[in-house]
């Protein structure tokens, strides 16, 4: 009995801990970008790699400034995606990843009917760094998330917005924004990148290793809106 009992205390030794070392290595609660439009296409994919690298993490929806500010505080461990300008943002040390989730095209839109109302402001969300640059000091109006912002331009309160071409394709094919608004302008084309507390560095590793092997995101990544001149 005591020679089987030595052998059962070496086996939970040796194995049990692997389970419970792998979740430790995970981020714990990750932030994502509240009732974002762009987020309704990456969080599932995200969260299906968290769940394959062996994680049982939390999703946390926050407004995107409050996002920033958790990240800070130690309150979350990692922010599902954003442009490297939020880097300045962050006061806490931080592990970016070295396979960017998608390079995303962003645009100014117009809706076609509106384009001789000079009256009508048109549309940001707070917390997204690079909305709120393009708008400073022009005639938009301030959202918390693309889906207030979305309600606006189909009642015709705003005339058009900031937005990634794939948040359009994705809210047109929802029948979540009418008119279908025009790209006039192409704003910014970057990578965005997954961010982890430094604390996490080497899970960040195993995430990019899958995101480079599996390219779960190439789909988001197609986009083929073309900017019109209609001003």
């Known amino acids: 009995m005591g020679f089987r009992l ?3 205390l070496i086996f939970l030794l040796v194995w049990a801990p692997v389970g419970a070392q792998a979740q ?5 609660r990750v932030g994502y970008i ?8 990456v969080l599932p994919i995200v969260q299906d790699v968290y769940s394959r690298l062996g994680c049982e993490t939390v999703f946390v929806d926050l407004p995107g400034r409050r996002g920033i500010s958790a990240f800070n505080e130690e309150r979350i461990d990692a922010e599902l995606m954003r442009f490297r300008l939020v880097e300045d943002q962050y006061l806490a040390p931080f592990v970016r990843g070295k396979v960017p989730l998608i390079q995303l095209k962003s645009y100014f839109w117009k809706n076609p009917a509106m384009v001789d109302d000079h009256t009508k402001p048109f549309g940001y969300v707070k917390g997204l760094i690079w909305q709120e640059n393009y708008a400073k000091g022009k005639p938009f109006n301030a959202f918390y998330n693309t889906q207030s912002m979305f309600k606006a ?9 900031l937005a990634s071409g794939p948040a359009i394709t994705n809210a047109h094919q929802q029948q979540m924004i009418k008119p279908l608004p025009v790209a006039v302008e192409l704003v910014k084309e970057a990578p965005l990148y997954h961010y982890a507390s430094s604390a996490y560095r080497g899970f960040m590793d195993r995430f990019d290793r899958y ?8 789909h988001i990544s197609i986009d083929q809106h073309k900017v019109e001149n209609i001003n």
């Open 6 to 8: 030595y052998f059962l």
């Open 24 to 28: 430790e290595l995970c981020p714990k």
């Open 34 to 41: 509240e009732k974002n439009a762009l987020t309704r296409l």
């Open 153 to 161: 331009y189909n009642t015709g309160q705003i005339a058009g917005f």
């Open 211 to 218: 995101v480079e092997a599996n390219l779960p995101f190439t």
